[in-house]
Structures are given as structure tokens and as C-alpha cells.
């Protein structure tokens, strides 16, 4: 199993950033960071933790969230009741992925959060880049926008589709065991399908251990 992404929440309001936080675990690959408060804390926090994605705020006590992006290497969304236009413009020309405004719900955070582990695992594909691929991580940035691909599948990769049912979700190794193949291969093709938008993955908590990842057909409008 992939490690999950690691997230760091930059934001002043301790009651925010908890809930934030909550939202971001639940979020099947992705694990939140203790929180911070401050643009300091924030720098140092990301030399200690490596978080591979940053959720910032504009509105920091020590310095402007905008500011503090200037200065980041590390993938990073806005998440700011920052609605100006300037502030917007000034987010993605700095390197910003994303920019959601406040208050938004969990879905909406899921969401972009999902459209970034598309964007990821799209740029994590060995060899190089050619220019469609580079336009399909693009567009995976923004949630909504993916639309199932219509590139010929594998007859695996076909029959791992064709084994979900609508309105149930399995996991990797239900859909190995339905398929014939190794659970290795499903999880290969799920997180292939994944990055089309054919599949949607969400979380299933048990008693104890780490929450299972499930799959299944997106839900029709």
C-alpha cells in the first residue's frame, strides 16, 4: 500500500485547523499533521516534517499567508476566507494548486484533496511526459473535471471495472479475489482507474488498525 500523503495545516484558529484536520483524515492516502499557527512555526514545521502538501491560510498572526507561500518549496492549496481577487491571483501566480474559500464543507476539502492524489499519481508514472499527459494532470487539479478516459483498457483492467458493482464498494483484495489476479494487480489497475475518474476510493474505519481504502463506481448524478 502507497504511503499516505502527509499534510501540514497552517491556519491561526486552533478550532478551524482541528476541524480541518478531521477532514483531511478522513479522506482515504491522506494523513494530517499536528497543525500550527504561525508563518514561523509553519517554516519550521515543514523543515522538520517534510509534509508533502501544504493547507494555508492568508490571514496569519506573523506574516501573510501569501507571503509565506513565496517562500515554500512544497505543494500547496489555499484554504482562506481570502475572497479578493488580487489575493487569488497572487496565490496561483506563486505557485498555489488550489484555492478554496472559507467556510467550506468536508466534501468540498475531499474533493480537492482527491483531485490532488490524481494530479500526484499522474506525475508519478515512469519515463517521460508527453504533452497530453501533461494536460491530464492539469486538469486533474481541479475537482470535477475529470472525466472518465476514453483510451482502450487492458481486458484486466476492463474486468476489474466490470467487477464493481453501482453502490457498493471492495476492496483491493475483494477485487482480486472477484477478478482472478493478485491483489498487487487489482490495486494497480483500481489506482489506474482511479486516475481516469472511473473509480472513486473513500475509507471504511474498523475497530482497530489503520482504515481500509474502498472502491467503487462514482455515484450518478
Known sequence: MPEDFRVLIVDDDFHVAKLHAAYVDSVAGFMALAPVGTASLALQSIHSLRPDLVLLDVYLP?????????????????????????????????????????PFTSDALSQQLRSYARYRRLLAQPGALDQEAVERAKRALIPGDVTPSSRPRSATE??????????????????????????????????SLADDGAVDIQLRYGTTGRPEHRYGLPATP
Open 62 to 102: 506573523d506574516a501573510s499567508g501569501l507571503d509565506l507561500l513565496q517562500q515554500l518549496d512544497v505543494d500547496t492549496i489555499m484554504l482562506t476566507a481570502a475572497s479578493d481577487a488580487v489575493s487569488v491571483r497572487v496565490a496561483f501566480r506563486r505557485g498555489a494548486l488550489g484555492y478554496l474559500l472559507k
Open 158 to 191: 476492463a474486468a476489474v471495472l466490470e467487477s464493481l458493482v453501482p453502490g457498493e464498494q471492495y476492496s483491493a483484495a475483494e477485487v482480486a479475489g472477484r477478478v482472478g489476479v493478485s491483489r498487487a494487480t487489482a490495486q494497480r489497475y483500481l489506482s
